[in-house]
């Protein structure tokens, strides 16, 4: 179920013109978007932490480094970190740290990406900062100043203009 497109991201779209945001913005709404993330990682943490309690471990005992545990911990966290994602990506086309830098998420077209593009999306910008960030620093030298996660997906990052007072 598509929604109707963003009034900037449909004039842009019929207009021809770029409004791709510059990968600084980007960088600092990911600065931004750490804080939310962390607070659920804890919060993912000290529940893995609780169940490793239960599970009749003593209480100050630390789940053993590459174990099978510490793996699914970080697989629960690559999968909260993008359920926030996406889920914002898909409500309102911004995360809370894009919020302040006036970005938002649209498709070619303009209009809220769909489940399966953001996922998509997620995947490979996980791929891109594992790479030493460039599919990020990929934007710099992209004409349309997309990134590969943008590519991928076929979505775009626009940057809004300040509303006029």
Not at 102 to 113: E, K
Not at 115 to 132: D, G, I, K
């Amino acid at each position: 179920m598509a929604s109707a497109p963003h009034p900037d991201a449909a004039h842009a779209a019929a207009a021809g013109t770029r409004q791709g945001a510059f990968i600084g913005r980007r960088l600092l709404a990911m600065l931004y978007d750490l804080l939310p993330v962390l607070s659920l990682w804890f919060l993912l943490g000290f529940l893995f932490a609780l169940g490793y309690t239960v599970a009749g471990h003593a209480p100050r005992e630390n789940i053993a480094p590459w174990s099978p545990l510490q793996w699914l911990l970080w697989l629960c966290c690559w999968a909260v970190t993008g359920g926030y994602a996406t889920l914002s990506w898909r409500r309102g086309g911004q995360t809370l740290g894009m919020r302040p830098w006036r970005l938002r998420l649209v498709t070619a077209d303009g209009s809220a990406p769909a489940w399966r593009m953001l996922w998509l999306r997620y995947a490979v910008a996980t791929l891109s900062l594992a790479a030493a960030g460039f599919g990020f620093w990929w934007a710099w030298i992209d004409r349309d100043r997309l990134t590969w996660h943008d590519r991928a997906a076929g979505t775009r990052m626009l940057h809004e203009r300040k509303p006029r007072r």
